[in-house]
């Protein structure tokens, strides 16, 4: 008999054993040599076909596909309530501070003599805003823009004929908004 290596089904090298007889000295060796199964005869060792094998390779396989999806969706849900709590945190924090912010400006607008008590209040709030803006907060524009009840809450309106339709004319108090989300709505006086 010859002994040869070939490839078997998984992949693996095998020994397999051929019929051919090349040398007679081989013969007593013949009870050293064990022959190795093939495909056919491991089922039968384990008392199931090679379909039912497949059939339950491929149910693992999907299992396996189904759980690294979920695992997947989990992990992006998670993230996304993560930045979520964020931005809300983020949110309160600045709502708690834009009075803070209005009370700045006021003092800014108020007229004064002393030039060195002006020129303090506008660092003061320029570093305030600088700050907040590091959260990501933005000003919403008003003046001069159409009135957009997403952004805007009309406290007023006037008839006013130079203006155009639902045209913003003044801003009683500043509008912020984060990202998208509008975290303070600006108060304005609309026209027509």
């Known amino acids: 008999m010859m002994i040869s290596k070939k490839e078997n089904f998984s992949g693996r090298w095998g020994i397999i054993v051929d019929e051919e007889i090349k040398d007679e000295n081989i013969e007593e060796k013949d009870d050293i040599v064990e022959e190795t199964k093939t495909v056919e005869d491991v089922p039968a060792s384990t008392g199931k076909t090679v379909e039912e094998l497949e059939a339950e390779n491929q149910d693992l396989e999907d299992r396996y596909k189904r759980v690294l999806a979920e695992f997947e969706n989990y992990k992006k849900r998670n993230e996304k309530e993560k930045n979520f709590r964020i931005d809300m945190i983020t949110a309160d924090v600045v709502t708690t501070m834009l009075p803070i ?11 004064t003599e002393d030039t060195g008590y002006k020129e303090g ?6 570093q305030f805003s600088t700050a907040l803006a590091s959260f990501g907060l933005e000003e919403i524009e008003s003046v001069g823009k159409r ?7 009309a406290v007023s309106h006037v008839e006013d004929p130079s203006k155009g339709e639902q045209e913003i004319i003044q801003e009683c108090r500043k509008g912020y908004k984060i990202r998208d989300k509008v975290i ?9």
């Open 101 to 111: 912010m209005d009370n700045l400006e006021k003092a800014l607008a108020a007229e």
């Open 147 to 153: 009135f957009n009840p997403e952004f805007h809450d």
């Open 121 to 126: 209040i506008a660092m003061v709030a320029k």
């Open 184 to 192: 303070r709505h600006s108060m304005v006086i609309v026209a027509n």
